[in-house]
């Protein structure tokens, strides 16, 4: 999450900057092409490839552009593979999808006042609320619907489940 908000961030800066320095050596090449000097005071006509100020500037160049596509891949949305129905078929949901579909199996069940999921290719985490029942009494059937929901799906690995109960009960047993 954080690397695609650093992309974001800087994908924008660096687009205009990009874009305004094509529109610079555009501006450039045809003030030159007219006959005139140079546009921006500048005149490369001395410099070759092979000098040291040139080097560097493309070495800082290709360093830049290797830590954003460092940065592109990285940041990538996470995937939980799924069975494939052919060979040369590849299914994939996100985490999101794959909590939401536990999330409904366990907000349906009795008891529960609200849950929240989360998911990721090797875990699900349910963190559920009620005000009837205490957790030893309504855990164990959250834990069996949130494991049923799962393996509902077509999962090559299946994700580990836990489960975590919230109650008022609970809490007002402890402070006794």
Known sequence: MLLRGLLRALSA????????????????????????GPLTGVSLAGW??????????????AAGGLVLLVLALAARTPEVPLDAPA????????????????????RAEEGVSGASVTASRSRVRVR????????????????????????DLPLPVRP??????????DRSGAAR
């Open 128 to 151: 559920a609320t009620s005000r009837v029942h205490d957790e030893a009494s309504l855990r164990p059937r959250l834990l069996e619907a949130a494991r049923s929901a799962v393996e």
């Open 13 to 36: 800066p660096l687009g205009l900057a990009l874009a305004a320095a094509g529109l610079l050596l555009v501006a450039e090449v045809a003030w030159r092409w007219s006959g005139r």
């Open 87 to 106: 060979d040369d078929v590849r299914v994939v949901t996100t985490p999101t999808s794959l909590a939401r579909v536990v999330g409904q199996r366990v």
């Open 160 to 169: 580990k489940v836990s489960v975590v109960v919230l109650s008022p009960k």
């Open 48 to 61: 070759a490839w092979t000098d040291r100020p040139v080097a560097l500037v493309g070495a800082g160049v």
